[in-house]
């Protein structure tokens, strides 16, 4: 995902056909919560209210590393 082609895990999921939840698609309902099995990842932009340490936004997220998602 590191190039410019996709803004976000949720749009690189849907690329690949990869159900996922989502709603307002801009971090402010929390409703893409997904669980982190190893990794970390960057917000942008940030989301109004962070999701608990383990989770992540899929909509407004992206990975700083190599990263895998409990989808
Ligand atoms: S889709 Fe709403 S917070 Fe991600």
Redesign the pocket.
């Known amino acids: 995902m590191g190039g410019s082609t996709y803004h976000s895990f949720?749009e690189l999921a849907e690329a690949c056909d990869i159900p996922t939840?989502?709603?307002?698609?801009?971090?402010?309902?929390?409703?893409?919560?997904t669980g982190i099995v190893a990794g970390t990842v960057a917000y942008r932009p940030d989301?109004i209210e962070p999701p608990p340490v383990g989770n992540v936004?899929?909509?407004?997220s992206h990975p700083q590393a190599d990263l895998v998602l409990d989808l």
Do not use: D, I, K
Request: glycine share 6%; charged share 15%.
């Open positions: 949720l939840r989502c709603s307002c698609r801009t971090g402010v309902w929390s409703a893409c919560e989301p936004l899929v909509c407004c």
